[in-house]
């Protein structure tokens, strides 16, 4: 059976990793390369890089930065963050990521997942959800960080982008994200059950036990995390052992 | 010198980035003759298999591979295209596994595409010397090898089907070797060393 998998997910700035404590065996915690290989060391599964540079600049750093994080790491990493065209996707590919994550563009422009998933293939391609409940119980996607409410309603968004191409949903609750409070482990389940794709839950974990409930009620088949690593509360070496312990299936 | 064959399917740059980590001195080329010289031959590749095999065709290196005797490793749609048939594209194969390739169907807790960390076992030959049945490595693919007498490496999603497969110089794998940590650079390092 496939492992449930555990992604931390870094944030990157003007080429350097934001967030984030000075880990004891790190020179640099800033430098992308040397934090994903603590991360790979201590048992991730996967990694995934998010620009949040505002600037062209930043843009170009961060494809010179994507490819140094290929050469020197030996597990999958997805990017994400400005990716708007296919051009986007196609440097990133280049540049060596093995997957690119699409959000708002993905909503401005739908055709966007066809095309990528066609030049790429599916595997490529993860389109991240944002949604928020809003008061009359509808899960609707939201672009710009969640500031603003699109036309689309999360499950029905989910399985268009499955039929469109798309290899992974990176779903993140906007009313939880942020909270640690935990996931909505009925709503993961629901959307787990709209489309065959993965899942990977993001966004409320404020515990293991979290993370355990999103991957067996809410029946996701990855979490990803970025503050309860980076401000070394837990590390993925000890949350897997202890998901293991609750006999969920991970690779450690 | 290891060739890695350049026949558009995908991008190359892990499998490089992989054989640098190992040391290893390598070449990216379509030029059959120094595939033919070639110590070791990688045959990666993502994406469909049909495409793949009109890629091969189109690059004229469809008997220059059949006819190769040094080890050769086909990785993920690289190793699809060596079975006999695929279901994606309905495509006839270069045939030197003796395997049908079929498409995993999406059940309730069954994803599909198969992706992320899974267990290989029923380990054999050299290709898995020094890792142990249990050992968990990265796949990500809809369609999988069927059990034949060449696999060497089993893993199960829903289905038991072909992690690996050998028949006499010829090698593959359906999970990815170059992502697959520590456990699938030792897998490359034995195929180097074979």
């Known amino acids: ?252 | 010198m290891i060739a890695i064959v350049d026949y558009k399917m995908g991008n190359l740059r892990s499998v490089e980035n992989a054989l640098k980590r190992l040391g290893a001195e390598y070449v990216v080329t379509a030029d059959a003759e120094v595939i033919k010289s070639a110590d070791r031959v990688l045959l990666p590749g993502v994406g469909n298999a049909a495409e793949a095999m009109e890629n091969l065709r189109a690059a004229s290196l469809v008997d220059t591979i059949k006819q190769l005797r040094r080890p050769v490793l086909g990785i993920c749609v690289g190793m699809q295209v060596m079975c006999r048939h695929s279901e994606e594209g309905d495509v006839d194969c270069l045939g030197l596994f003796d395997a049908r390739v079929k498409r995993f169907k999406p059940e309730p807790d069954l994803k599909v595409p198969h992706m992320g960390w899974n267990k290989i076992g029923n380990l054999e030959t050299k290709l898995f010397k020094g890792i142990s049945g249990g050992e968990y490595v990265y796949f990500v693919h809809s369609y999988y090898p069927e059990l034949c007498p060449d696999t060497i490496a089993t893993s199960v999603h829903g289905t038991m089907f072909s992690a690996a497969l050998k028949y006499e110089n010829f090698y593959g794998t359906q999970f990815h070797p170059e992502k697959s940590g520590d456990v699938g650079e030792r897998i490359l390092a034995n195929f180097l060393g074979l």
């Not at chain 1, 000075?22 to 040397?34: M, Q, S, T």
């Not at chain 1, 909270?179 to 974990?205: H, K, M, N, W």
């Open chain 1, 1 to 252: 059976m496939v492992a449930k998998r555990i992604i931390p997910c870094l944030d990157v700035k003007e080429g350097r990793t934001v967030k984030g404590v000075n880990f004891v065996d790190l020179r640099d915690v800033g430098d992308a390369v040397e934090l994903g290989q603590y991360y790979a060391r201590s048992g991730a599964d996967e990694l995934v890089y998010l620009d949040i540079s505002a600037t062209r600049e930043g843009r170009q750093t961060f494809t010179r930065l994507v490819e140094r994080i290929s050469d020197g790491i030996n597990i999958p990493f997805t990017v994400g963050g400005g990716i708007s065209t296919l051009e986007d996707a196609a440097r990133l590919l280049d540049a060596g990521a093995d997957k690119i994550s699409i959000n708002s563009a993905a909503i401005a422009n739908p055709q966007l997942i066809n095309d990528i998933a066609a030049r790429y293939g599916s595997q490529f391609v993860v389109v991240a959800i944002d949604a928020r409940q809003m008061e009359d119980g509808v899960w609707r996607a939201t672009t710009h960080g969640g500031s603003r409410p699109s036309d689309k309603e999360l499950f029905s968004w989910a399985r268009e982008a499955q039929e469109r191409g798309a290899g992974e949903i990176l779903f993140t609750s906007m009313n939880h994200d942020g909270t640690r409070s935990g996931y909505p482990c009925d709503t993961f389940a629901r959307l787990s059950q709209e489309v065959s794709i993965p899942i990977i839950a993001s966004g409320g974990a404020g515990s293991v036990e979290d993370i355990a409930e999103v991957l067996t009620v809410g029946r996701a088949d990855a979490a990803l995390a970025a503050s309860i690593f980076h401000f070394g509360e837990i590390t993925v070496g000890d949350l897997k052992t202890e998901l293991k312990r609750l006999n969920i299936d991970v690779r450690c």
